[in-house]
């Protein structure tokens, strides 16, 4: 847990705290998570990883965040591909998403993927900065 706290406050202006981490893989059978290691010596050592949510034929992808370190190596492309074709087994039809409006490198990302901006959310980070909701047929 140590290492993902470590990726979440290097990546993030608000990060999660343990307790939301916590919370997020006690709800059973909704939650799926993907961690990738760094191919390093040291056992354990986290690279990246994927929450999100599995309710009925959706995905709701919740948190991602890769290493400073092990940025543009592909590792987000990596734990997303392989999150969207989990959920895909598990019959999902539609993946969402929020965003912050000024985070260019996710949306990037998302959008390479065929994520489209489906509405947003005012107002919905502690910092009073609006969200893009993404979307995605599966």
Do not use: Q
Request: proline share 2%.
């Amino acid at each position: 847990m140590a290492y993902v706290l470590e990726i979440e406050r290097d990546s993030f202006s608000h990060p999660w705290n343990e307790s939301s981490f916590r919370e997020e893989l006690r709800r059973g059978e909704i939650s799926r998570c993907v961690v990738i290691e760094e191919g390093s010596e040291e056992p354990g050592l986290i690279a990246g990883f994927i929450l999100a949510w599995m309710v009925a034929d959706e995905l709701h992808i919740t948190n991602l965040a890769v290493t400073p370190e092990m940025r543009r190596k592909g590792i987000a492309v990596f734990l997303l591909t392989h999150l969207l074709d989990m959920a895909a087994e598990e019959a999902a039809t539609w993946c969402t998403l929020e965003v912050r409006v000024s985070n260019a490198a996710a949306r990037s990302l998302y959008k390479r993927f065929g994520f489209r901006e489906v509405g947003v959310r005012e107002g919905y980070y502690i910092d009073g900065e609006d969200a893009v909701v993404l979307g995605l047929a599966l």
